[in-house]
C-alpha cells in the first residue's frame, strides 16, 4: 500500500511523496543534502519537466481541468482547519461551572421538597427551586451562544485573512489569482515583502532572501540562489564546506528550496516553482500538529491563578454568609420551630444567598 502511494500518479514523472524529501532534506540539512535530490531528478530542467511545466517564462496552461488532475495528486493549497466546537460541548463546558453545579442541586433539592413536602402554600413551593433550573438553563444557553458565534466569526475572519493574492505565470502571462488556487508546478512571481504561499524552488532571479526564523529559528535572513547557481557554489566552495564546522557547514551554500510561510526580505522578481501545497506543505505539517488543545500562555496561568484565588475568598465569604444565617434562623426559631417542610426550604434558601455571595 504504501509503495502505490510513492508511486507518481496522473501522468506526472514525479510523486509528492519525492517533492517532499527535497523540502525534508533542506529542514534537516547539514550541509547541502536537498541538492543531491534535487540532482538526481535532472536539475532545474529534470524538475520542469516531471511536473509537466513548458518553462519558467511560459509556466502551466491557464486550463482549469489541468489544475483540477494537479489538485487530485498533489492536494490543495488550504491548510487544515481546527474542527468548530459542538454546540453541545460548549452547553457541557458552561453547566460544568462548580457555581452552576450548585445551583442547579439547591434548585432539585427545593421542587423536590416543594412537591413531596409542600408547607403552609403547597401551590407556590415548588415556584422557587423551577425557578433557580430556568436562571441556570438561561446562563448556560446565552454563554454557550455568545461562545459559539465568536467560533464562527473567527473561522470566517480567519479565511478571509489566509485568503491572498499572488502573482503567477500561466501560459506565458503573469495573472494574479488567489493562493488558495495554486497547484504543484505552478510559477510564482514574488517580490518584497510577500510571503512565501507554498513550498517552492527558486528556478530565476538573484540576491533574494528569505526570513524563515518562524521555522529553522535562524535569526538572520537566509539566502536563496536557483538550482544552477547553487550546484556552482557546492563546486567553487567544496574546499571552504570542507574546512566548515558543523555550526556553520549547512551555510556555505545557498539552497533553492523556499518554505512556504517565509518571508522575502530581499531582492524582488524571483520566479519560484510550487512543489508542496496545503497539508504537504511546511505550514500544512505544522498546523496539523497543533491541531489538539492548545497549552495555556503564562498570561492566561496568571489569570487562572488571580481567578482561583478570588474564588477562595469569595467561597469563604459564602461560608461566613451561610454560617451567620444559619444561627439567625436557629436563634429566633428555637423555642417556636415551623414543620420539616418550612425547615428545609429556609435552609435551601440560606444555601442559596450563600451561592450568589460567592458569585
Known sequence: MAEAEAAPRGGFGISRDALADIVSGYMKRSAHEELETIEQLGGSEGMLRLLGVAGVQIGLKDDAADREVRQNDFGVNKLPERASTPFWQLVLNVASDFTLRILMVCGLVSLILGVAAPGSDASKDWVEGFAVFVA??????????????????????????????????????????????????????????????????????????????????????MNKSTIEVCFAQRRERAEKLAHATDKNRHHVVDSP???????????????????????????????????????????????????????????????????????????????????????????????????????
Open 136 to 221: 441556570v438553563g438561561v446562563v448556560v444557553f446565552v454563554t454557550a451562544i455568545n461562545d459559539y458565534s465568536k467560533e464562527k466569526q473567527f473561522q470566517k475572519l480567519n479565511a478571509v485573512k489566509d485568503d491572498k493574492v499572488i502573482s503567477v505565470i500561466r501560459s506565458g502571462n503573469k495573472v494574479s489569482c488567489s493562493v488558495f488556487d495554486l497547484v504543484v508546478g505552478d510559477i510564482i512571481y514574488v517580490e518584497m515583502g510577500d510571503e512565501i504561499p507554498a513550498d517552492c524552488l527558486m528556478m530565476k532571479g538573484f540576491e533574494l532572501k528569505l526570513d524563515e526564523s518562524s521555522f529553522t529559528g535562524e535569526p538572520d535572513p
Open 257 to 359: 528550496v523556499d518554505i512556504s510561510g517565509s518571508t522575502v526580505v530581499g531582492g524582488s522578481g524571483s520566479h519560484l516553482l510550487v512543489i508542496a501545497v496545503g497539508q504537504n506543505s511546511q505550514v500544512g505539517k505544522l498546523m496539523g500538529q497543533l491541531q489538539g488543545e492548545p497549552e495555556p500562555t503564562p498570561l492566561q496561568n496568571k489569570l487562572e491563578n488571580v481567578a482561583r484565588d478570588i474564588g477562595k475568598a469569595g467561597l469563604i465569604a459564602a461560608i461566613c454568609c451561610l454560617i451567620a444565617l444559619l444561627i439567625q434562623f436557629w436563634a429566633i426559631n428555637a423555642t417556636d420551630l415551623p414543620g420539616d417542610a418550612e425547615i428545609g426550604q429556609e435552609h435551601i434558601r440560606m444555601l442559596l444567598v450563600a451561592v450568589l455571595w460567592r458569585c
